[in-house]
């Protein structure tokens, strides 16, 4: 068995079973090939590490994978006193490892454990300091736990957070905002001594733990050799459930959908679990009473819109901040009526070019391709949510901006509210919905499969390290995926419409 790290230990207060198979590094089929954005996110995470260490100068990185052979180095910087910071250390107590991210040596000879987080913090004026919450430290309170049980003394637990206020040229020192956590860290420590013997004993034995359902089953890598995948229509498809509706259906024995009584949830109160429930129950779709009604509400012409986003922790333009969603690629669809051909329904995009911040042009070529009448279809509330904040940057453009807003007709939202499809499992993304209500359509064979892939080839174009010829490869592939993304509202929009028509 492997040692029980961080990520181990606080998987097993999930799923114990899961933890075992970690521990042991069963893969059970698990695609191990990372995709484009999880790689650019890994890329990140070291590059966020790299620039924390810029404000220790003089510190030692002990190297390695292998925990014992870097906690033997570790133990020898700290015996000779060689080191007053240290990066990536490892401490074995047992059958716990850790590797904190820095640790400094203090006056009193005791030790702060810093943790780098890649996440952005940001004060929010009077309000209450946005991470302050405990369970955003258990990094930091696993590796206070390892190191105190390994005899060294502690002098503080501290985390680096990403600052929003950071922008280019600003140098290492002004990327990051450090909260000191010892308070929250040590309460963390206190809860995870209560099952850190049980979690041991469970890890450590021979035999595989039972499996349990949680709540993250549905991304488990582990879930197709899982019993729970044999239970039919699991509780934990039910859409953005909430803890404690989940475990008061675990306690109350219904595993299944459909193991779930008349009466259970009621309409309009339990919206969304009452919809699923009657969708699975009656092996139909449940359509809400105010689904015609609403629909309705669609004035023609109709504009369906969708935004491409950029976001990265380094900014990218000197205007922007860390993990700021820069709009840089939109596609519209225009179709003047219900009736309206095929061929007549036409398109026209926007996508930003190499090296510049083009957000105001952007912005400016929307207001001149959506004219000032109809509705303005979306699938989400980021279109919206996109159109406020530039209305606040650009004051020139604020009230066309602003007139968009009471236009925008969200499609998702309104399924959500009024319509479910038993073979939606549970999941109402366009790639979800779409093949079920729009069977003769398909994203397989785009370059581009969805909008974190667009994010990542939206950074690389950004950062004009391209030749010409791949930037327009890029563009290319951008927006056949957009310009998807808008034609499958046109086909949901048209699909519902016949769903409407055919209600008695």
């Known amino acids: 068995m492997a040692y029980i790290t961080r990520k181990i ?21 698990v695609q191990e090939e990372l995709s484009e954005h999880q790689e650019f996110l890994i890329g990140s995470g070291g590059r966020i590490k790299e620039l924390a260490a810029g404000n220790f100068p003089g510190g030692v990185l002990v190297e390695g994978t292998n925990a014992a052979a870097a906690a033997e180095t570790t133990r020898e910087l700290i015996k000779n006193g060689a080191a007053e910071v240290i990066f990536d250390a490892s401490f074995i107590n047992g059958h716990m490892a850790a590797r904190p991210d820095i640790i400094r040596r203090r006056e009193n000879g005791g030790w702060e454990i810093i943790d780098v ?13 946005r991470g302050r919450s405990g369970k955003y430290f258990t990094e930091a309170a696993f590796n206070l736990m390892v190191m105190r049980e390994c005899g060294i003394k502690i002098s503080g637990v501290s985390a680096m957070y990403v600052s929003r206020r950071y922008r280019l040229g600003m140098g290492a020192s002004g990327m990051f905002t450090t909260l000191e956590c010892s308070a929250e860290a040590e309460k963390l420590v206190k809860s995870f001594e209560k099952y850190r013997e049980s979690i041991r004993e469970a890890l450590s034995s021979s035999e595989i733990p039972k499996a349990s359902m949680t709540t993250i089953c549905k991304n488990c890598d582990y879930y197709k050799s899982c019993p729970v995948s044999e239970i039919k ?38 919206g969304l679990y009452y919809m699923m429930r009657e969708s699975v129950k009656t092996g139909k779709p449940f359509i809400g009473p105010g689904f015609r009604k609403n629909l309705r509400s669609v004035k023609w012409p109709v504009y369906y819109l969708d935004f491409e986003s950029l976001a990265s922790v380094l900014p990218v333009y000197e205007t922007s901040s860390p993990y700021e969603h820069l709009p840089v690629q939109y596609s519209i669809h225009l179709k ?26 952007l912005f400016e070529t929307l207001l ?82 969805n909008g974190a892939d667009a994010i990542v080839k939206h950074y690389n174009l950004a950062a004009g390290n391209l030749t010409p010829a791949e930037c327009e490869r890029l563009k290319k592939e951008l927006s056949d995926y957009c310009a998807l993304d808008t034609m499958a509202m046109v086909k949901l929009h048209e699909s519902l419409l016949e769903i409407a028509g055919n209600l008695s």
């Open 336 to 361: 003047d009526s219900p009736s309206t051909a095929p061929e007549n329904i036409r398109h026209c995009e926007y996508i930003a070019g190499p090296g510049r911040d083009s957000r105001r042009e």
């Open 9 to 29: 230990f606080l998987e097993a207060r999930n799923c114990m079973r899961k933890a075992w198979l970690m521990a042991r590094d069963l893969k059970n089929g």
């Open 117 to 129: 987080k890649n996440s952005p913090y940001s004060r929010g004026g009077a309000r209450k300091p």
């Open 233 to 270: 229509d699991p509780v934990f498809l039910f859409n953005s459930i909430n803890q404690k509706t989940f475990a008061r259906m675990i306690d109350d024995g219904y595993l299944s959908i459909s193991d779930i009584p008349d009466g259970y949830f009621k309409y309009p109160a339990d």
């Open 368 to 449: 001149e391709n959506i004219g000032s009448s109809g509705s303005i279809i979306v699938y989400s509330d980021f279109e919206k949510l996109c159109i406020k904040r530039a209305a606040e940057r650009y004051p020139s453009l604020r009230d066309r901006l602003n007139a968009m807003l009471p236009r925008i007709f969200d499609l998702c939202g309104f399924m959500r509210e009024n319509y479910y499809h038993p073979d939606f499992n549970g999941a109402y993304s366009i790639k979800k919905t779409l093949p079920v209500l729009v069977p003769s359509m398909s994203y397989s064979g785009l370059a581009v499969q």
